[in-house]
């Protein structure tokens, strides 16, 4: 919601170039967005919390932790069941540097009452990207510092190359190879960075350095839980390596970590959980977004990810400014990549950045799905002009 806002602010501040007089001067209410955002939220969780008694399922609030393989107990009352899901989720890491409780984490920075000034983001991972995005094109400046040396590592290399170009228009400043060192009471970090030492002031610190599964607090021992590092050992039904009897979804598996994946997971836990192992998990084609600004949508592999598997893989690429919907909405920045398989035409992966990018990927997982050949996809009919057409010229290229 935030970052959807901010964009939306953004968009209406450029609006000047499609021939939209007095937007230039537009400012974000920052107070008021953050209200929306909890009204919103408060909505959702109220619906969602009505659900389970609709459907006759009791609810137990508290917190809960295992006293048996069979047992919990919530606020000191013991209840037992013949099978357990797990859905504890996740929370953000705090790495053991120096001055880290001088840092907020992403649970902090959506209630803040007041847009800060400068932040140094902590990471360069998915989570920090899009606050990193979002906050500066709301007008924070923006410095992002990723140990390693590129961000978002899991990224297409030419999707990485064009994202880093929009952080640059964002005046977003990215460090590389960077190793915090230390965070002071004033908010200043510390860090190495290629021998040199060099310090960056900040309102608010943001720790964008991971999320670890939050199954610890349910003493996983007293049930024989197995975790694999903080999350729960789990075969392809989800199912706990080490207690059959426990099942476990979402960023309590910790294979990936996204919303849509518990979405996914949970109905087959549940279905495996009551009438045995009948459904595996299958994320051959599974579509991710990162909602940066402009937003990327993946799905499959990448050129190098296929190149390494040994599939004769080629590329077929259409820059945003040939999309006919993109030119008419001023929003040319970006790519659809279309990675397949020479000879079969097999579709291997897609990958987008630019406008609507989340919403696009949708057409290449459905037609990756289906089995389709690249050729199929590129020979279908659309809706003209629309920023999906894309990834449909792009096949047919």
Known sequence: ML??????????????????????????DWP????????????????KNATPGKLGVPVLHGHASFTAPHEIS?????????????????????????????????HELIHLKEQPARMVVVGGGFIGLEF???????????????????????????????????????????????KVTRIGSDKTVESEIGGRAEKFSADQVLLATGRPSNVAPLNPDAAKIELDQSAVKINEYLQSVSAPHIYAVGDSAGKRQQSPVAWYEGPIAAHNAIKGNERKVDFSVFPTAIFTIPAIGQVGLTEVEALKREIKAKASKLPYEYNPAAGVRNETEGMVKVVYEEGTERILGVQV????????IQIAAMAMNGGLKKSQVGAMHYVFPTFGGAIFDTMAS
């Open 3 to 28: 970052v959807s806002t901010i964009e939306l602010f953004t968009r209406a501040r450029h609006a000047k170039e499609l021939g939209i007089k007095g937007t230039e001067d537009l400012t974000l």
């Open 32 to 47: 008021a967005v953050i209200a929306r955002k909890d009204e919103i939220v408060q909505s959702w969780s109220t619906s």
């Open 74 to 106: 919530v606020d000191g009352k013991t209840h037992s069941a013949e099978k357990f899901v797990i859905a504890t989720g996740s929370k953000p890491a705090r790495p053991r540097i120096p001055g880290v409780e001088f840092c907020i984490t992403s």
């Open 132 to 178: 990193g995005f979002a906050l500066a094109w709301a007008g924070t400046k923006v410095t992002i510092l990723q140990s390693g040396p590129e961000i978002a590592p899991a990224l297409d290399q030419e999707i990485r190359a064009i994202l880093l170009e929009s952080a640059a228009k964002a005046g977003i400043a990215v460090k590389t190879n960077a």
């Open 353 to 360: 950045i630019g406008a609507h990018a989340e919403d696009t």
